[in-house]
C-alpha cells in the first residue's frame, strides 16, 4: 500500500507542476481520485494529507482542498508537544497546551504532533517551504531535529526553552524568584531556607535552572540555607525521606522551597502529618502548584503570554530574532 500510495503521490505531484490542477484551483473529490488513480479511499485520503502536509495542497475546512498558490507565502504551522514519557513537568500541559493553540491559532493553517510522532512527519515539515514551526517545551531528544530544521532555514520557535541559539518564547525565572526574595525581604530580613531538590536530569533541565537562581537570590539577598536535601528518584518513598529530613530541622527553617511542583503535595501531606501549619513558622515556594493556600507562595508561569507571542511571530513572517523573556506572576 505504501508504494501504491507514494506512486499516487508523485503522479498528482506531477500534474500540478505540470498545471492539469493549476495554482489555486480546486482539486477533484477524494471519489474522483479514487476513480482516476484507481486507489481505495483510505490511500486517497493520505497521499492528499502528505501533500498538504508537504505544502502542495491546501485543505479548506467545509469548502474542499486547493493547489497552493506559490504565490501564496502564508505560513503553515507545525505544533510539536513533548510527548516523551521523561519530561513530566511539560507532559502536565499537553491539554492546556492543545486548548491554547487551538484557540491562538485562529484561521493559521497549522498541523498538531507529539514529538514521539515527528519522525513520521519530519519530511514534511523540510519540504513545505511555509513551514513555521513551534516546539512546546522540547525534549532534549528533540535538539538534533531542531538543529537539523534550523540549518535547513526553517523558521521555529521553541516555547519555555531558553536556548540563545534558537528564537524562544520562555519564562523569565530569575525575574520571577527575585520578585519571590523581594517578598520576603520585605516581612523579615536574613530569613533562613531550606531546598528539597529533584534529581539532576537533562530533560528536566530547567529544574537545575530553578535552583541555580534561587542559591543566587539567596546570596543576594544576606539569606540562610540551612538545609538542602536531593532525591535520588521520584519515588514517592524518596520524596518522603528527603521531606522528613528537612521536616526534621523545620525549626531552622523560614521557607522551603520545592522547585518540583509534583512534589508538593507529598511535602504538604507530611507537614500536616507533623502538625506543622503552613504559614506559622514556615513557609513554602513553588512554581505552577494548582492549589492556592495559606503560607505557600507560587510562581505562575504565563502560558497564555508565551504561545500568543509564539504564534504572532509565526504570522509576522518577521526574519528578526525573537527571544522574549515573558514576567511570570507571584501568588504570596
Excluded at 492543545?98 to 485562529?106: A, E, F, H
Excluded at 493559521?108 to 514551526?133: A, Q, T, Y
Excluded at 520524596?239 to 526534621?248: G, K, M
Aim: proline share 4%; charged share 25%; aromatic share 8%.
Amino acid at each position: 500500500m505504501a508504494v501504491l500510495t507514494d506512486r499516487v503521490k508523485k503522479w498528482i505531484a506531477k500534474d500540478i507542476s505540470l498545471g492539469v490542477y493549476p495554482p489555486g484551483s480546486k482539486m477533484p473529490t477524494r471519489m474522483e481520485l479514487m476513480q482516476k488513480y484507481n486507489i481505495a479511499r483510505a490511500s486517497a485520503d493520505k497521499v492528499v494529507s502528505q501533500l498538504v502536509a508537504e505544502g502542495l495542497l491546501v485543505s479548506a475546512r467545509g469548502s474542499g482542498t486547493y493547489v497552493v498558490d506559490p504565490k501564496n507565502d502564508t505560513p503553515y504551522l507545525y505544533i510539536i508537544l513533548n510527548t516523551e514519557s521523561e519530561c513530566s513537568e511539560a507532559n502536565r500541559f499537553h491539554s492546556q497546551l492543545s486548548l491554547m493553540l487551538t484557540k491562538v491559532s485562529g484561521n493559521l493553517e497549522h498541523s498538531m504532533l507529539g514529538s514521539g510522532d515527528l519522525e513520521n512527519h519530519f519530511s514534511s515539515i523540510l519540504k513545505n517551504v511555509r513551514s513555521h514551526v513551534i516546539w512546546s517545551r522540547p525534549s532534549i531528544k528533540s535538539y538534533g531535529d531542531i538543529a537539523t530544521l534550523h540549518r535547513a532555514g526553517v523558521r521555529q520557535v521553541l516555547v519555555n526553552r531558553p536556548i540563545a541559539t534558537y528564537n524562544y518564547a520562555s519564562t523569565d525565572t530569575r525575574k520571577a524568584l527575585a520578585d519571590v526574595f523581594e517578598i520576603i525581604s520585605s516581612r523579615r530580613q536574613g530569613a533562613s531556607f531550606g531546598l528539597v531538590a529533584p534529581p539532576i536530569d537533562l530533560e528536566e533541565s530547567f529544574l537545575a535552572e530553578r535552583e541555580l537562581y534561587f542559591h543566587e537570590m539567596i546570596h543576594e539577598h544576606s539569606g540562610r540555607l540551612n538545609f538542602m536535601g536531593r532525591v535520588s528518584d521520584k519515588s514517592p518513598s524518596e520524596i518522603l525521606r528527603v521531606t522528613r529530613e528537612a521536616l526534621d530541622r523545620v525549626h531552622e527553617l523560614d521557607y522551603l522551597f520545592v522547585p518540583d511542583f509534583a512534589m508538593v503535595p507529598f511535602v504538604v501531606a507530611l507537614a500536616a502529618e507533623r502538625g506543622i501549619v503552613l504559614g506559622k513558622g514556615l513557609n513554602l515556594i513553588t512554581i505552577d502548584w494548582d492549589e492556592e493556600r495559606e503560607g505557600v507562595i507560587c510562581i505562575k508561569q504565563d502560558w497564555d503570554t508565551m504561545l500568543h507571542c509564539s504564534v504572532e511571530w509565526a504570522r509576522s513572517r518577521s526574519m528578526e530574532p525573537f527571544q522574549k523573556l515573558v514576567p511570570a506572576e507571584v501568588l504570596a
